[in-house]
């Protein structure tokens, strides 16, 4: 059974940085493409990046291009999420999904399993 742990949430004060981990079991971790998703209160689930297979290929949401950045260890079984220049509107509960496929997508129905999410909160 595929089980996905995130990690790293927290509050941050905007403008800073923070770093979150999800790290996979159950299955060959490099075969699949992961992807991050948040959800705010009273909004719906909205992709915020995802990684290929190989760690090569990336997207991103055009409310995050050039602030965040996706990154996979694949002898740790673990992606990253690293967050610099946070806004308040980062505010979310951040959620890691592991594809079907191996190429990256934002279509959140091709995610198969998903984590329990962690919380960030970005503080004005």
């Known amino acids: 059974q595929v089980q996905l742990v995130e990690s790293g949430g927290g509050l941050v004060q905007a403008g800073g940085s923070r770093t979150l981990s999800c790290t996979a079991s159950?299955?060959?971790?490099?075969?699949?493409?992961m992807g991050w998703f948040r959800q705010a209160p009273g909004k719906e689930r909205k992709f915020v990046g995802a990684?290929?297979?190989?760690?090569?290929?990336?997207m991103y949401a055009d409310s995050v291009k050039g602030r965040f950045t996706i990154s996979r260890d694949n002898t740790k079984d673990t992606i990253y999420l690293h967050m610099n220049s946070l806004k308040t509107e980062d505010t979310a509960i951040y959620y890691c999904?592991?594809?079907?496929?191996?190429?990256?997508?934002?279509?959140?129905?091709?995610?198969?399993?998903w984590g329990q999410g962690t919380q960030v909160t970005v503080a004005s």
């Open positions: 990684i290929n297979w190989s760690g090569e290929g990336t």
């Open positions: 159950g299955r060959t971790f490099s075969l699949y493409a």
């Open positions: 999904a592991q594809d079907q496929y191996g190429s990256p997508t934002d279509d959140g129905r091709r995610y198969e399993y």
